[in-house]
């Protein structure tokens, strides 16, 4: 990063993922020393730069010579606006494999409030089709002390919370659970009328010891009666007395 900026300056605003080498404290006392200001996303809500990512590795896959790649893509004009991602950033266009001629190359100014408000209706264009093609509907915020269940990508339960506060960043809540604070997006978080406070995990609950005369509850619990024998075949017995039996087919 430090040859980066060395080229094109110091940024005002870094946005990042919350991968362990960004959100460390030496790269924040990076950033603060830098007069740069830190920005993460929501944890596990896919970033900006996971498009632009994928983008890439799908160009690098139909090229050998992955440099020269990226340069055409960096000098391929943006749609309504005749301007590449080079020229906006360095004001000419870069020469690569293509002819053209020398008037092309050299730098010229362009209307920048001009070119923005292109790029702003383009962005207004895509999100509206994107909205209408997957049916995204805005959700209503949460307010403070709302129960909700609180989803986490990879897992197929819903962990239970209560919302703390709205952070300064968009759809972001922080969420309490178990004496612990979780920040998630508004997508995650789904409204719900139980209390959080009786949703225990069963890792949670301490075992406790019986007493020298109170039987377990192994020991105590009557095991159902089946009408086939007991020594059937692959038979077992779970720790409650329940007998687990393989269904019988037809052997032809």
Request: hydrophobic content about 30%.
């Given at each position: 990063m430090k040859t980066v900026f060395a080229c094109h300056g110091l940024p005002e605003k870094l946005r990042f993922d919350n991968g362990p080498q960004f959100s460390s404290a030496n790269f924040k006392n990076?950033?603060?020393?830098?007069?740069?200001?830190?920005?993460?996303?929501?944890?596990?809500?896919?970033?900006?730069?996971?498009?632009?990512?994928?983008?890439?590795?799908?160009?690098?896959?139909?090229?050998?010579?992955?440099?020269l790649a990226l340069l055409d893509y960096r000098t391929t004009p943006l749609e309504n606006i005749?301007?590449?991602?080079?020229q906006l950033l360095m004001g000419r266009r870069p020469r690569n494999t293509l002819p053209a001629p020398h008037d092309v190359l050299k730098p010229a100014t362009h209307d920048l409030r001009k070119v923005k408000q292109h790029l702003n209706a383009q962005k207004a264009k895509q999100k509206l089709y994107y909205d209408r093609k997957r049916n995204v509907e805005e959700l209503s915020p949460l307010d403070n002390g709302t129960t909700v269940r609180m989803e986490t990508p990879g897992s197929m339960s819903l962990s239970p919370g209560i919302v703390v506060e709205k952070t300064d960043k968009p759809r972001s809540y922080l969420v309490k659970r178990k004496g612990r604070l979780y920040r998630r997006n508004r997508v995650h978080l789904h409204k719900s009328s139980e209390n959080p406070q009786d949703e225990v995990d069963e890792q949670d609950i301490p075992m406790e010891d019986s007493g020298p005369n109170e039987p377990t509850i192994e020991n105590t619990a009557t095991p159902q009666v089946s009408d086939k024998p007991a020594n059937h075949k692959n038979t077992h017995q779970t720790r409650s007395g329940r007998i687990v039996k393989p269904p019988e087919k037809l052997d032809l």
């Open positions: 990076f950033c603060t020393e830098l007069g740069i200001e830190h920005e993460r996303s929501s944890p596990h809500f896919q970033s900006k730069a996971e498009r632009a990512v994928q983008t890439i590795k799908s160009l690098w896959t139909k090229c050998d010579y992955k440099q005749n301007l590449s991602p080079a």
